[in-house]
């Protein structure tokens, strides 16, 4: 299989760093293939403007959409960006791999989020959810949090996790039509005893091993909306 992991974090040497080369090593053993883009390290700029494009629908007013829709027709994408989106073509596995950063992806992974899955080029004219650019392909969150895991249940003072981090596997992956693995959390990354943090490596493993058999999180399906996109009753 074919692994896209979409690292962002600025220390080569941090557990997001360790998390990313022990994936790496661990898929390379079993005869998977894997392609990395290490954010940071490219010094990709996550800002979206005019220069995501080598052609231009309008001249003087910028309509990211519009634009994304005309450089898909023409091949008008930036090469970093058009780069970006070769990959995700590639991969049979997409991974972010992450620290969780004010509820939410760094921001610049969200900037590459914001490029790279652009209109007409991964989703439009009715191609989204399960009708979406990337059926058949799987999606997975793997981040590491300053708080530990009582912080992000249903009951604590964060809220539940799972809530938190519905924007991205629902709003981006799901969005496009991946079928979306539950996320890998190292909790507390930070403060947790070294032996806690090998064993995190170990468990990270084995959910790599099982990507094939591990169920995709349950989202409606589309034909369960009307045509105003309400659930039906
Ligand atoms: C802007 C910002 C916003 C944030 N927002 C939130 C938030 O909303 N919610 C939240 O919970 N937290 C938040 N945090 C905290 C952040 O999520 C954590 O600091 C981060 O997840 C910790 O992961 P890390 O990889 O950076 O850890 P690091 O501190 O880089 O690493 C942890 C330890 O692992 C060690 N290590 C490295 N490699 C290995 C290895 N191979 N084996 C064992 N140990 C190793 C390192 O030496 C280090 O001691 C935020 C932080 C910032 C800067």
């Given at each position: 299989m074919k692994f896209f992991i979409v690292h962002a974090h600025p220390?080569?040497?941090s557990f997001n760093g360790a998390l990313t080369r022990y994936a790496k090593e661990v898929l390379h053993t079993i005869g998977h293939e894997v392609i990395i883009s290490d954010l940071y390290a490219m010094q990709f700029n996550p800002v979206s403007d005019r220069?995501?494009?080598i052609s231009y629908k309008q001249q003087n007013y910028y309509n990211q959409q519009t634009e994304e829709m005309y450089a898909t027709e023409v091949d008008g994408f930036a090469p970093d960006i058009k780069a970006e989106m070769e990959k995700l073509d590639w991969c049979?596995?997409?991974i972010f791999q992450f620290p969780l950063w004010w509820f939410g992806l760094p921001a610049i992974l969200k900037g590459w989020v914001d490029k790279v899955f652009a209109m007409g080029r991964t989703y439009g004219g009715?191609?989204?959810?399960?009708n979406g650019v990337f059926k058949g392909k799987k999606a997975m969150l793997s981040l590491t949090t300053g708080g530990p895991l009582t912080m992000y249940t249903?009951?604590?003072?964060n809220g539940d996790i799972h809530t938190i981090l519905y924007p991205i596997n629902h709003g981006i992956f799901h969005f496009v039509g991946f079928d979306v693995l539950p996320p890998f959390i190292v909790w507390s990354a930070s403060r947790i005893k070294d032996e806690r943090r090998q064993a995190y490596l170990e468990e990270y493993k084995q959910r790599l091993l099982m990507v094939?058999?591990?169920p995709a999180i349950v989202y409606p399906s589309l034909k369960d909306f009307?045509?105003?996109?309400?659930?039906?009753?």
């Open positions: 220390e080569a040497n220069r995501n494009f049979d596995v997409l009715g191609r989204f959810y399960d249903e009951i604590g003072v094939n058999a591990t009307d045509q105003d996109f309400q659930l039906k009753q």
